[in-house]
């Protein structure tokens, strides 16, 4: 049993950690719906050239109605103020660049941001942390591919993954669906794009099995996840 005092120094601790991680995944939010933003701005000025010039008079009017001095901030500089405000607090509260750094790739995996995520990989020294927590990623995924999907078109696909799941895997897999982690996905509306994106599978849980400790419990399911995923990769 711990004394009080140690109770309450784990305690804060335990406060500080879940402040860091609001703070990252509130960024990683922020810099989601500027890309999602983006993008639909490109889709439509690729769609009609004329909205172009429309939406560049309509971002001038609303910034000549901002009163002088008063500074306002768009999504991609809340990703930056919370970012680096996290970085500072954790500093400052002596934790390792690392508490940072893998939240801050777990989020932003979790978001669908793998080019921007897999940016930081190499910054990241406790990658047998990292690894660990990318086999949540990965299984939550894998097990939208296999099992989350309601669209018609995708269900023979779905259906040739399943092909490849062994039992014990297709358990904890259908553990870890939720409506969050399918939420990134509901775009996909054919065979081709869900082909396209479980891809991105391939090279993540490589990651996962080179890293994570061998002598970790969930090193079974790594290698069973792995195995199966690339025996789909091989189908397509």
């Not at 711990?2 to 991680?21: C, H, Q």
């Not at 500074?71 to 934790?95: K, Q």
């Not at 990623?137 to 269900?155: D, I, M, T």
């Not at 904890?172 to 396209?196: C, E, K, P, V």
Request: hydrophobic fraction near 40%; charge should be negative; aromatic fraction near 8%.
């Amino acid at each position: 049993m711990y004394p009080a005092s140690a109770e309450s120094d784990m305690g804060l601790d335990n406060r500080r950690r879940l402040f860091i991680t609001w703070l990252i995944d509130r960024s990683v939010q922020s810099y989601a719906e500027s890309y999602k933003a983006h993008a639909m701005r490109a889709d439509r000025r690729s769609q009609s050239p004329s909205s172009d010039s429309v939406e560049s008079q309509m971002s001038s009017g609303r910034a000549s109605h901002h009163s002088p001095g008063r500074h306002t901030y768009n999504t991609l500089d809340v990703y930056t103020l919370f970012t680096n405000a996290a970085t500072i607090l954790a500093r400052h509260w002596g934790f390792s660049r690392d508490t940072v750094l893998i939240q801050h790739v777990i989020a932003l995996f979790e978001a669908n941001l793998d080019d921007q995520a897999e940016l930081y990989l190499p910054q990241v020294e406790a990658t047998g942390n990292l690894a660990a927590r990318l086999l949540i990623v990965v299984g939550r995924r894998l097990a939208w591919y296999c099992f989350g999907s309601q669209n018609p078109e995708g269900v023979s696909y779905q259906l040739s993954l399943r092909a490849c799941i062994p039992f014990d895997l297709e358990s904890w897999l259908r553990g870890l669906q939720s409506d969050n982690s399918s939420a990134s996905f509901r775009s996909i509306t054919n065979n081709r794009d869900l082909a396209s994106e479980f891809d991105r599978l391939v090279p993540l849980i490589d990651y996962v099995v080179e890293h994570i400790p061998h002598q970790a419990s969930q090193m079974h399911i790594a290698e069973a996840m792995r195995d199966a995923i690339h025996a789909m990769h091989e189908m397509d």
